[in-house]
């Protein structure tokens, strides 16, 4: 029997011997009488038992903590790969975060208590929440490390089933946690593709110095966030209820537009985002003067490819299309066959994976060698308010809920950025809501994400695709 099952036993116990006690003086003053001489003994018995069990409850905890420490300290790796690796679900730990800072915040309790009532099994949330509470313990080797960046690689697993990106970052050449660090300086090759390269040297002769070039990537951390509400009538669900709809929630809410941003055409802006990784990639428009539209097709990929290829790039190719363009291709006859479907039911197109998803443009074709991307992440954080006001707007025009710290619009009157105005003057701003007046619940989720293109030209579109 481990600890925590000996402290539940002797928790059981004690609340027994506390009914016992409440149960014998109820009994005395329901009669409206004083405690017999036998009922006094028993009592005294019962005293002398509940300061045994909790003593013994007080003990077991602080030697299952000396236990913990000693994991943390000589045996995390062993025990990340039995409890994190194998036994949770993908973005399990991140989902019961949000839950955990959900539920604390409704029943005005410590979100370490909260978590060891909904979840008490699960130490490495509880030690997740503890790096979390106490910051300075984010630099810490051990297990909560160690489970805060097995956190947001569960999220991404999460939003795999809806998200481009999350399929193919972790596949990115240079994949990193900031951390704390206010900027990540990557290096990347620059110059030619031979200045290391090896020569023919005669015997005697001098062996060639090569030199090599590099480039330095800056990775500056940005905020990266949204806010869901709630109505508090989700605090009545179970805990199994309530950690679908904060799943279903988290995910919806990132999944299309994580995409949007990381495969988008925006330009950076300092201290607000990262520029989209196909700023300034015009691409190729499609093949039109094929025989069949077959011919087209493997013209659009070559076109698509073989640019990448020439400048010695590829190593972790993708290609990226949306479902209606697979289907087409799939269904393509060419020379009697199907020119596509096998592969394509494999994943794969002239064996370059290939990730389908409805987030993709449906007349365009990409490609990206995810050997040259590097992506930068910090944890995830999670407040949560029932007495804020807040503007309801999201990105549903395509302009991004920008409004300035400075500005921000009254219920009736005021001012916001110029990306709202724009907006404003077509069909108008969302509502402003009073969370206190309306019982609603706001989560909202803060990370530090970024990512960086190390080297031009591993990234190519087909435009104009009519299949």
């Not at 003990?59 to 995390?76: I, N, S, T, W, Y």
């Not at 520029?275 to 990639?281: C, D, L, P, S, Y």
């Not at 066959?337 to 443009?361: K, M, Q």
Request: hydrophobic share 40%.
């Amino acid at each position: 029997m481990n600890f925590q099952d000996r402290i539940e036993d002797t928790q059981k116990k004690l609340d027994e011997t506390r009914g016992n006690v409440a149960e014998l003086i109820g009994m005395a003053e329901a009669e409206e009488r004083d405690l017999s001489d036998d009922e006094s003994i028993q009592l005294e018995a019962y005293a002398k038992d509940v300061e045994s069990l909790e003593k013994r409850i007080t003990d077991l905890e602080r030697a299952e903590k000396a236990m913990a420490q000693r994991v943390v300290e000589k045996q995390a790796p062993q025990i990340l790969k039995q409890r994190g690796h194998v036994e949770r679900k993908p973005g399990e730990l991140i989902v019961k975060q949000a839950v955990t800072a959900y539920m604390a915040h409704i029943d005005r309790k410590d979100k370490l208590a909260v978590a060891k009532e909904m979840f008490p099994r699960d130490a490495g949330l509880q030690e997740v929440i503890k790096t979390a509470i106490n910051p300075a313990d984010t630099t810490t080797e051990g297990w909560a490390t160690e489970l805060t960046e097995e956190a947001n690689q569960g999220f991404l697993d999460l939003l795999r089933g809806e998200s481009m990106a999350a399929q193919c970052w972790p596949s990115a050449g240079v994949s990193l946690m900031f951390d704390g660090y206010t900027a990540l300086n990557v290096p990347s090759r620059a110059g030619g593709t031979t200045d290391a390269a090896s020569g023919w040297t005669p015997e005697g002769g001098a062996i060639p110095v090569r030199k090599l070039t590099f480039a330095t990537q800056r990775i500056e951390p940005y905020k990266w966030a949204a806010i869901v509400t709630m109505t508090r009538e989700i605090m009545t669900r179970s805990t199994p209820a309530i950690m679908g709809i904060v799943q279903s929630a988290l995910v919806s809410d990132t999944a299309t537009k994580l995409d949007q941003d990381y495969f988008g055409e925006a330009a950076a802006v300092a201290g607000f985002n990262p520029r989209g990784i196909f700023e300034g990639v015009t691409g190729t428009p499609a093949a039109t003067g094929g025989t069949t539209p077959g011919d087209d097709m493997l013209q659009d990929l070559r076109n698509l490819l073989d640019p990448i290829y020439a400048a010695n790039m590829g190593q972790s190719l993708f290609i990226f299309m949306h479902n209606s363009t697979a289907l087409s291709m799939s269904t393509v006859l060419y020379n009697g066959t199907y020119l596509f479907r096998d592969e394509l039911s494999r994943g794969t197109l002239l064996g370059v994976p290939v990730i389908v998803s409805t987030n993709a443009p449906t007349d365009e074709i990409w490609a990206v060698d995810m050997a040259q991307q590097a992506v930068a992440r910090g944890g995830m954080r999670f407040d949560v308010s029932d007495t804020a006001t807040i503007v309801e707007y999201d990105d549903d025009t395509g302009t991004d809920p920008h409004m300035d710290a400075g500005a921000p619009r009254s219920p009736n009157t005021g001012t916001v950025s110029d990306a709202i105005n724009a907006v404003d003057a077509a069909g108008g701003l969302g509502n402003v809501r009073s969370l206190f007046q309306t019982e609603t619940v706001a989560i909202r989720t803060i990370q530090d994400l970024s990512w960086a293109t190390l080297r031009d030209g591993s990234v190519n579109r087909i435009t104009g695709v009519a299949y």
